[in-house]
C-alpha cells in the first residue's frame, strides 16, 4: 500500500494550493475568535505541573494526574489488546465451527455488542454484570491477598491495588467491547481464503485441524493483520469511554484537571497530544511489523 | 487373478441435490483396479459432482457409494482412510501459495501418514522428479507457470502414494501450450497401471488412456462403454451431438 504511494510522482496543483491557504485561514480565524471574542488568556504553565512536578522536600520529579491517567490508559491498551486479541480468535473460530452451538454463541455474542451503542453496553456491564462478576471471580480477595507475588502483578496490572477490581471491570468492558469487532476480522480473515484451499488439504487425507492450521490460518494471519493493527488502535482510542465508570485513565484525570483549574483548552489539548502520540507510535510500529512480515514471505 | 473382482470404487443410486436442484439422479458406477474411466459431458451435468463424492468433498444424499471396501458414511475415520487412498487434482491448482513446492509435497505425508521431514523430502524429490521440475523444489507456486503447477499438484496428490487418482477437469485452466506437458504426465501414470478418473474434454487424451469412456449428462450416466465403440457407435441421440460439438472444431 505504502510502496505504491511511494512510487507516484508528488506533483502540486492550484487546488492543492487553494485546500492549504483554507486550511491556514481556518486555522487563523479560529485563535482570532478566542484571543477577541472569548479574550482566552492561554496558561500553559498552570496545567504542565499535571503533568509531573518537582517536589520542593525532595527536590525529586513526582508524577501528577495527567501522567498517571496516561499511564492506565496504556496499561488498558496493553492488556486490552492481549484480551480482546484472544477473545477475537477464539469466537472468530467458533464463528466458522461446524458446531451449531457455538456459532450461536459467536454470533449472539457479535451481534448484542455491535448493535449497542459503546456507552450503552459498559454501563449495563458495569452496573448489572460487574458488581455480580467481580466478586465471583474473587477479584478484591486477589487484590488483598498476602502474597508477594500476587501483590507485585496486581500493581503491575492495575497501579493501585485499592483500585484494582475496577480496573478489572473497566479491562473486561473494553476487552468485550473491542473482542466483538476482531472476532468479525477474524471470521472474515478466515472465510477469504478460497474454498479450494481446504478442499486440496481435505482430499490428502488431512484433518480439519490440520488443514486449518497448517493451511488457511499462515494464510489468514497475513490478510488479519492490517485490519487488526486498526482495531488495536480503535481500541486505545475507546478506551477513554471507561472513564464513565470511573477508571482513572487518562480522559478521567483530563476532565478531573479541567474542571479543577478551568484551563479547559489547555488540558484538553494537551490530553489530546498524548493519545495521539501513543496512537501514532502504535501505527508506526504495526507498519513496520506489516512490513517485516511482507518481506519476509518472500 | 479373476476378471470379475470387487470393484475398486462403486457407486449404487447416487443422487446428490443442491437446494431444488438435483446434480446427480441415480448414477450407478463400478471402476476396477487399474481401471481409467474418462468422464464427459456438457456443463452442469454432474462429472464433478460425482468425482467429488468420491472423495467426499460432496455429501452425496442418497445411495451408496464404496471405495476400497470402505463405505462413505458420517463416520469421519473412514472418509480420512478414503482420501488418503484417494488423490484428487483440480481445475484450479489450489497449491498453497504460502509454502514452497516441497513444504506443498510434504505437509500431508508428513501430517496424515506420519513420515519423517527426511522420508517426505526423499518420496517428494522422488515424484517431483518424474514430473519433471526437481529444480522448482524451493521455488513458491507464484513463481511457476500454469503447466509446472499443475505437474506439482499431480506431484503433490501421489506423494500420499493413492491407489486410485481423481483429475477434475485438469487442463481446462491451462494455456493451450501448457497443456500437453500436464497430458503427457498423465499419460505416463496411466501406463504404470494407476486407477483413474478423469474429468475432461481432451478427447485425444480419452483414446489414448481410457479403458471406460463415460457420458454425462443432466446429473445421469447416458452412456458407458470403451472408447472402440464410444468414438465409432454411440448408442444414445444425446452422446452423439455432444461427440459431433466437441469433434468438430
Redesign the interface.
Known sequence: MTAGRRNKKTRWSWIDLLVIAAVIAFVVFVVVRVETVLRYTWNWGHVMPFLAYVDEDTGRWVTNLLLEGLILTMRLAVIGIVISALIGVVMGLCRISNNLFLRMVARTYVELVRNTPPLVFIFIFYFFLSSQLMPLLGVDDLARSDSEFVQWMVRMVAGDPSLFSNFVAGLICLSLFEGAYITEIVRAGIQSI?R??W?????????GF?VMR??IL??AV?RIMPPLANQFIILIKDSSIVSLISIQELTFMAVEVGVSTSRVFEVWILTAVMYFVICYACVIVFNWLERRAERS?? | MTENQDPIIRLTDVSKFFGEFQALKSVNMEVQLGERVVVCGPSGSGKSTMIRCINRLEEHDAGRIVVDGKELTEDMGNILAVRREVGMVFQQFNLFPHLTVLRNLTLAPMRARKLSLKEAEEVAMQYLERVQIPDQANKYPSQLSGGQQQRVAIARSLCMKPRIMLFDEPTSALDPEMIKEVLDVMIELAREGMTMIVVTHEMGFAKTVADTMVFMDHGEIVESAPPSDFFTAPESERTQLFLSQILSH
Do not use: I
Request: cysteine-free; glycine content about 16%.
Open positions: 478460497p479450494g484451499q478442499e486440496a488439504g481435505k482430499s490428502m487425507g488431512l484433518s490440520d497448517n493451511v499462515p494464510q497475513s514471505k518472500r
